[in-house]
Nanobody, 124 residues
Framework: QVQLVESGGGLVQAGGSLRLSCAVS????????MGWFRQAPGKEREFVAA????????LYTDSVKGRFTISRDNAKNTVYLQMNSLKPEDTAVYYC?????????????????WGQGTQVTVSS
């Protein structure tokens, strides 16, 4: 089994920053890609960012470009999401996910394993 545990969420004022972490444990895979998604109350889960195994390939949704940065440390089996200039519309539960085929994609149903999520709340 594969376990993903997110951390780093919390309450922050608009314009502030948070850094999310996602630690992967259990059965591991070579060359897997990682993604971050989010889900706000009453809305569907949406793609935020993804990163390749090497870290050389990244993908972002337009609404976070220039504000969020995805990165990873393969020695620690951890992926990060640095979130700057946060806005109230960024409020959501943030989930990390693994794509074992190594694809840097935005389609959530093509990810294989998911974490339980961490709440991010941005106050205005």
């Amino acid at each position: 089994q594969v376990q993903l545990v997110e951390s780093g969420g919390g309450l922050v004022q608009a314009g502030g920053s948070l850094r999310l972490s996602c630690a992967v444990s259990g059965r591991t895979f070579r060359n897997y890609a990682m993604g971050w998604f989010r889900q706000a109350p009453g809305k569907e889960r949406e793609f935020v960012a993804a990163i390749s195994w090497s870290g050389g390939g990244t993908l972002y949704t337009d609404s976070v470009k220039g504000r969020f940065t995805i990165s990873r440390d393969n020695a620690k089996n951890t992926v990060y999401l640095q979130m700057n200039s946060l806005k109230p519309e960024d409020t959501a539960v943030y989930y990390c996910a693994v794509n074992i085929r190594g694809r840097v994609i935005s389609t959530y149903d093509l990810y294989d394993y998911w974490g339980q999520g961490t709440q991010v709340t941005v106050s205005s």
